[in-house]
């Protein structure tokens, strides 16, 4: 019984968290559109590596914002692709005269998106970089409204990324986790423990970027071009980060087609954490997936014990309630509130796939990249 009750805790810390962190994030307020005379000069870096499918509607979607070109640049990098990306920019630069296309085979020893970034942040000219992908595309309002969280004494700014789900189960599994994700990182963000931000849609001061030595010092990991940044910035400058709650700064982008690349990314995802400057956040992590451990002890303990049911039902209420909260929260943000209806069903799903991913992704030292092995 005792230790049934004692296996509580770390689901209950994940409970306390959770609506923390959803509390947090409705205290964040919009900013106001900023006036034409006080908006600054924009660059916007987009990597790109085997991007052919996708690219040509990112790069049309970057140029139709509501901000003059006159006001922005975009640096497209070309990551060694195999297939049709160089010949797709070559094209674009007819149409769009400030789209400035960078082969990255030009410069000797820069490969993978850290370099990408970090070259294409020392060839910009704007104050402020702005980061998205190659196979993500925007509003029309999605430069300024990013813009208008920046204050004097910000140096970055996290902004919501969607993923589309298509018809079937795994997509829409993707665009539920996505959405309680980028509260639950939005909401330590508003707190000043940011833990979470995603490269998808991210701005931040070119010298804020340079004040910390860009990715020196984390160059060698291969993944958290995002949240490694987020944490040096966060760490050694005095830089406020902010989220943009703006439905107009949400980048829309793609779910995964298959459990394989699902699968993929997750354990890069994963694999950074051990690179973490920050390690509060590992605390965070570790209770988090004691949480999720804790469930299958649980069921063994309650197969001896009559009053295991009852702490069992409490481990469920304790996890359901908050991720209900949380999920309804970003659902409202995101208006989809219809996949609330999955909820029942993928919540059993998402319990495996996290004790999985936790596991799994610590072990990684190596993987798989759009056709590039990376270690």
Not at 194 to 209: D, H, Q, V
Not at 219 to 227: F, K, L, Q, Y
Not at 303 to 325: A, H, N, T, V
Request: glycine share 8%; charged share 15%.
């Amino acid at each position: 019984m005792l230790l049934s009750l004692l296996l509580l805790g770390p689901i209950l810390f994940y409970a306390a968290y959770t609506c923390l962190m959803t509390w947090a994030y409705l205290r964040i307020h919009g900013a106001e559109i900023p006036l034409p005379s006080e908006i600054v000069f924009l660059s916007v870096i987009i990597p790109a590596r085997n991007e052919e499918e996708h690219l040509e509607k990112c790069i049309r979607s970057v140029y139709q914002q509501s901000l003059s070109p006159n006001q922005y640049e975009v640096l497209c990098l070309n990551d060694h692709s195999t297939d049709t990306t160089l010949q797709i920019l070559s094209g674009l630069t007819g149409e769009f005269p400030n789209l400035r296309v960078i082969n990255m085979a030009d410069y000797p020893g820069h490969s993978q998106k850290k370099q990408a970034i970090a070259l294409g942040v020392s060839l910009s000219k704007g104050d402020i970089i702005i980061q998205t992908d190659a196979d993500c595309w925007v509003g029309r309002e999605w430069l300024t409204s990013l813009l208008s969280y920046f204050t004097p004494r910000t140096g970055m700014v996290s902004g919501p990324v969607l993923l589309e789900e298509g018809r079937g189960m795994l997509s829409i599994f993707q665009t539920m986790e996505y959405m309680g994700l980028s509260v639950l990182g939005a909401g330590a963000i508003q707190l000043g423990f940011p833990t979470m931000c995603n490269g998808a849609n991210l701005a931040y001061r070119k010298s804020a970027f340079l004040q910390v030595g860009g990715f020196q010092g984390v160059d060698h990991i291969a993944s958290g071009d995002d949240e490694l940044l987020m944490q040096k910035i966060n760490l050694q400058t005095d830089w406020d980060i902010a989220f943009a709650r703006d439905r107009r700064a949400i980048v829309h982008t793609y779910a995964l087609a298959s459990w394989k690349a699902l699968k993929a990314q997750r354990l890069r995802w994963v694999s950074k954490a051990r690179a973490y400057l920050d390690r509060r956040i590992n605390v965070v992590q570790l209770i988090f997936l004691l949480a999720f451990i804790s469930l299958p002890v649980l069921i063994w303990l309650s197969l001896y014990q009559r009053e295991g049911w009852g702490i069992l039902l409490g481990w469920f209420l304790l996890k359901s309630i908050p991720d209900l909260w949380i999920l309804f929260t970003a659902a409202k943000f995101f208006h989809k509130l219809p996949l609330l209806k999955y909820f029942p069903l993928l919540q059993p799903v998402y319990i495996v796939y996290v004790i999985w991913v936790g596991i799994a992704g610590n072990r990684v030292n190596a993987y798989n990249w759009k056709g590039r092995k990376v270690s």
